[in-house]
Nanobody, 128 residues
Framework: QLQLVESGGGLVQPGGSLRLSCAAS????????MGWFRQAPGKEREGVAC????????NYADSVKDRFTISRDIAKNTVYLQMNSLKPEDTAVYYC?????????????????????WGRGTSVTVFS
């Protein structure tokens, strides 16, 4: 059974920070490209941050570059999204996804509908 479980979302003030976690089970991160996506109310889902299976390549949406960082801990089989300098427009449900075929660029900027594994999401609200 392939599974991803997100955690770490919550309410934070503008300018604050959160770290999201994505725990993988049933497969190893070493063989899957990983990505974080988000969907705000009334808006389309968008790629936020993606990482290659090797961990050697990353890709970020322009809106979060220099503020968000994707990383992983192979020993814990967990991917993280460190979010700093949060803005109200970052408010969304954040999802973790995994795929063995998709390149890092395709994962973040292509059609994400058919990625192999998805988590259920964790909600992030940035509000003062």
């Amino acid at each position: 059974q392939l599974q991803l479980v997100e955690s770490g979302g919550g309410l934070v003030q503008p300018g604050g920070s959160l770290r999201l976690s994505c725990a993988a089970s049933g497969f190893s991160l070493e063989f899957y490209a990983m990505g974080w996506f988000r969907q705000a109310p009334g808006k389309e889902r968008e790629g936020v941050a993606c990482m290659s299976a090797s961990g050697g390549s990353t890709n970020y949406a322009d809106s979060v570059k220099d503020r968000f960082t994707i990383s992983r801990d192979i020993a814990k089989n967990t991917v993280y999204l460190q979010m700093n300098s949060l803005k109200p427009e970052d408010t969304a449900v954040y999802y973790c996804a995994a795929d063995t075929i998709t390149t890092v660029q395709e994962m973040c900027h292509g059609d994400s509908r058919y990625l192999e594994v998805w988590g259920r999401g964790t909600s992030v609200t940035v509000f003062s």
